[in-house]
């Protein structure tokens, strides 16, 4: 299976706090991928680097073989992004909004225009899409951002705690409609959350705490790595467990 993302050795520091310490870590084609890591565990700081926001201070992150630092436009082309804050332009449409990203990313009409009626019938927003973005309901939003980052058919799709602020059942739709996603188009994705019910469903799960990978393997590997039943229990020892050991 071809890695769509391969992060290697990826060390950032901020003054005094070491957020990230030679994390490395890869993503194949058509697999979803958790990242989860408590508050402080450095997951928006990983992302930041994942989509060439910021350069790591050692290390490097490689989206289909394109490295971030040295060739960010082949990089980032293959990418489709969430982010944490909602990054809707509430005062258009969602077509219009929809179209104006198309264009950004270069494509055609002719491409775009089918493709993103397509996905609004997929998602089942075509109903929305002449209504302005501040009428539409938080799910939704989401669903239109996650929609716009797959515009451009992307390989990899990073999810940064997008689900923060979402009532749970638009929480579990926005999770199944990137399930989807992975499964019709092979992409890859890097869910990360500090929710450990979002991370059930994921093939792999890697934990991230205190700027490092504690853990990288199947759900049900890291219960039995933990000697518990649930994966929220394994996480739980494995993070706060640490604490308590280090209190003592
Ligand atoms: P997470 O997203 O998992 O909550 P972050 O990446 O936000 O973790 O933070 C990791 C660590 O780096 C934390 O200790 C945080 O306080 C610190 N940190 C994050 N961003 C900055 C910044 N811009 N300046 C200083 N410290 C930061």
């Not at 060390?11 to 990242?35: C, F, I, P, W």
């Not at 179209?99 to 929305?128: C, K, M, N, T």
């Not at 759900?219 to 280090?246: I, N, S």
């Amino acid at each position: 299976m071809a890695a769509v993302l391969s992060c290697r050795d990826v060390s950032k520091r901020y003054g005094r706090t070491q957020a990230l310490d030679k994390v490395s870590l890869q993503v194949d084609e058509g697999e979803m991928v958790a990242l989860l890591g408590p508050n402080g565990a450095g997951k928006t700081t990983l992302f930041q680097l994942l989509t060439g926001l910021f350069v790591p201070d050692s290390g490097s992150v490689e989206v289909l073989g394109a490295d971030m630092r040295r060739n960010p436009v082949a990089a980032l082309a293959h990418l489709g992004v969430v982010f944490q804050q909602p990054a809707l332009d509430l005062n258009l449409t969602v077509r219009r909004s929809l179209r104006f990203h198309a264009d950004l990313h270069g494509l055609p009409s002719s491409v775009s225009r089918p493709r993103i009626e397509a996905l609004l019938q997929r998602f089942g927003l075509a109903a929305s899409a002449g209504e302005l973005g501040r009428k539409l309901s938080g799910g939704n939003r989401r669903k239109v951002e996650l929609l716009r980052a797959l515009l451009h058919e992307p390989r990899l799709l990073l999810m940064d705690e997008a689900t923060v602020g979402l009532d749970p059942a638009s929480r579990v739709q926005l999770l199944q409609e990137v399930l989807q996603a992975r499964e019709e188009r092979s992409i890859g994705v890097l869910w990360a959350t500090h929710l450990v019910d979002e991370a059930q469903r994921a093939q792999r799960v890697i934990v991230l705490h205190k700027g490092t990978v504690r853990f990288d393997g199947t759900p049900q590997a890291l219960c039995a790595a933990q000697g518990q039943e649930t994966l929220e229990a394994a996480f739980l020892q494995l993070t706060g467990g640490e604490r308590h050991a280090k209190a003592a």
